[in-house]
């Protein structure tokens, strides 16, 4: 389940809330009150943390390097393929916009999507026509080629670029709030809808650890911030395959 209603079949992504058992995925979640984006932990696993770490404890996870720019060209991140279901005509960024709708929109031959309701947790604003929709990735293309994805071969590169085995990693939004993050880090941008900016620091936490990126020092402070301001956000992560 993402951060609106589940709306196909298609889209059974792991986001469980409260004291159900937590299935595969990256679930970092704010259990502030004033966030509607909670989780609660699952079992322990080799692959990642299937039990929940707290949100200073998660950071401390990543790992600190330099970023490494140079070779990056957005084309090397191949996004929006097929998407789960080939046969519906829908690629990766309708399927996220589909599963993450408030009020589920119409989907009729080639993905056309009409009407629905959509809430932007960047900045709390209702969109009601999915053309107003961006899906960001949570930590941006050219931020992953800094953190380790310049190591990536094309394969790894598109599985990120299409990452919905957690519900983290690609999130609908207003395109205003996309284009003012762009490919910002926590050190350089924030979410303006303050109360979301617990989870956000957690998704990203999340995100970094589920595809072994690194950290630079400013954003490993910034995150350090945050866990502080934090302290009842926890972080469920499972490693990508």
């Given at each position: ?9 298609f ?61 990056y ?5 191949r ?66 080629h800094d ?10 590169r ?35 809808a ?48």
């Amino acid at each position: 389940m993402r951060r609106g209603l589940p709306v196909l079949a298609f889209t059974v992504l792991p986001l469980l809330v409260a004291t159900v058992p937590a299935a595969a995925g990256t679930m970092p979640s704010s259990e502030l009150p004033d966030s509607p984006y909670g989780a609660a932990g699952a079992p322990s696993s080799a692959r990642g943390s299937l039990a929940p770490l707290s949100l200073f404890e998660a950071v401390e996870r990543i790992p600190v390097a330099e970023e490494q720019r140079e070779g990056y060209k957005r084309e090397l991140y191949r996004h929006w393929n097929k998407g789960l279901d080939p046969r519906d005509g829908c690629d990766t960024r309708r399927e996220v916009i589909i599963s993450e709708a408030v009020e589920a929109p119409v989907v009729t031959a080639g993905c056309k999507l009409t009407g629905g309701s959509w809430l932007s947790p960047y900045d709390g604003v209702t969109v009601t026509d999915a053309a107003g929709l961006d899906v960001d990735h949570m930590v941006p293309l050219a931020e992953v080629h800094d953190s380790g994805g310049h190591d990536w071969d094309a394969a790894r590169r598109e599985a990120y670029a299409n990452d919905q085995g957690s519900p983290a990693t690609l999130i609908a939004v207003t395109a205003k709030s996309n284009r003012s993050k762009s490919d910002k880090d926590p050190a350089q941008w924030l979410p303006p809808a303050a109360g979301y900016r617990c989870t956000y620091a957690a998704e990203w936490t999340g995100t970094k650890l589920r595809w072994g990126l690194a950290a630079d020092e400013a954003e490993r402070q910034a995150l350090l911030a945050l866990a502080g301001e934090c302290p009842t956000t926890t972080v469920v992560y499972e490693t990508a395959p």
